[in-house]
């Protein structure tokens, strides 16, 4: 089954962003089917041009020489900058479904202090761009043009769930959602490539920790990705575009099997069954914003983070061996000094919490050292 979430204009969200708190509560609320995700359309008219461009770019980048991928690899900084492929970890096991091309489009060297940046590579180590690549010329703005533009959007989308925002919660001079995000130096973004599948990677895939898969994860397995919620405040998200290189030169195709995609799992009350997970369509003229975890514990669970993933083929296409998915995803977040709980929890202090889930790398625990 495949639900279309709560879609909303940014112009509405631009001139009037009091109007929408109906929409972000039955999109982003705690109640029982909420999903966690809300679309955007009437979107600036580029947006779909810089979308394909870089989608194509990111193919590019994924099937270039190793030696290439690997000079863009910088594992000081948790390799949350640059290249990172097969170091996550994802139900228990180092993840080669996807690689990941990560980078701030707002900031390329944040002005913070040594002592800052020491402290927190993962947000203030800096850009690295492929600039010397031949047919990646056009990467860096591309990838920071498409940023720009999510983040715009993201703005006028936090003004939007400001009401929900909890009242014990104190985060300094930088008391809204928006300027949390519109302040913030940690802003990232992470241009994803997902490796055509092959038999052994699709049979190998776990669909749910669960001994008794349900209905639900039956006809849909996590290899790609597996089930998560981010961390962010708001994670923008494009609409996957596939590519088939079967014919040659990479061409555009539809999604290899009807289960490929992103799936959720609607909220549910505490107590009752995890209900299935559902398939959420994004529109290619439209941006998706996802609840991340800061958000949830900034307005004490009146807004939700919703576990998901992405499924892969499910072995049932012949084709899939060609097919590879592209995707963006930028994550708007709080400065690391900045409070984002009642219990004084620092934004930076929860990030390391988090890495600590997903990374099994020996520089991820010097850092923690």
């Excluded at 109007?19 to 909420?34: K, V, W």
């Excluded at 959007?153 to 300094?172: D, I, M, P, R, Y």
């Excluded at 290619?284 to 983070?305: D, K, P, Y």
């Excluded at 929890?345 to 988090?354: D, L």
Aim: a negative charge; aromatic letters at 8%; charged letters at 20%.
């Amino acid at each position: 089954m495949s639900i279309e979430p709560v879609r909303i204009s940014y112009q509405i969200l631009r001139s009037s962003p009091h109007t929408a708190a109906e929409d972000i509560q039955q999109a982003f609320g705690s109640d029982e089917g909420c999903l966690g995700i809300i679309l955007v359309d009437d979107l600036p008219e580029q947006f779909t041009a810089l979308r394909e461009k870089l989608f194509r770019l990111a193919q590019v980048f994924a099937t270039a020489s190793e030696d290439v991928r690997e000079s863009l690899v910088r594992p000081e900084t948790s390799y949350s900058f640059g290249w990172s492929h097969g170091k996550e970890v994802m139900n228990g096991r180092p993840d080669t479904q996807k690689g990941s091309y990560y980078a701030n489009p707002m900031l390329d060297v944040p002005n913070v202090s040594d002592a800052q940046r020491q402290a927190h590579p993962e947000y203030y180590a800096g850009n690295v761009w492929p600039r010397d690549v031949p047919g990646l010329e056009d990467f860096e703005k591309t990838f920071k043009a498409l940023g720009a533009l999510i983040f715009e959007v993201g703005c006028a989308l936090a003004t939007a769930c400001e009401s929900f925002v909890a009242s014990n919660v104190a985060s300094g001079s930088k008391s809204t959602v928006q300027s949390l995000i519109a302040n913030s130096k940690t802003n990232k973004a992470r241009l994803l490539h997902y490796f055509p599948e092959t038999a052994s990677s699709s049979s190998s895939s776990s669909t749910t920790s669960s001994d008794s898969p349900s209905d639900g994860q039956r006809i849909a397995n996590d290899a790609l990705c597996g089930t998560h919620v981010d961390h962010s405040l708001l994670t923008g998200l494009c609409s996957a575009m596939y590519l088939s290189t079967e014919t040659g030169s990479p061409q555009i195709v539809s999604a290899p099997t009807p289960t490929a995609g992103l799936w959720i799992y609607p909220r549910h009350r505490t107590g009752t069954p995890r209900p299935d997970p559902v398939k959420v369509a994004i529109p290619q003229h439209c941006l998706a914003f996802q609840t991340g975890e800061a958000l949830e514990i900034l307005t004490s669970h009146r807004l939700a983070a919703t576990p998901h993933f992405v499924s892969g083929s499910s072995g049932g296409s012949p084709q899939a061996q060609y097919i590879s998915r592209e995707t963006f995803a930028f994550f708007l977040q709080p400065d690391v000094d900045d409070v984002i709980g009642p219990d004084g929890e620092t934004f930076g202090a929860f990030t390391k919490r988090v890495l600590g889930r997903h990374y099994q790398d020996q520089a991820f625990k010097e850092a923690e050292d």
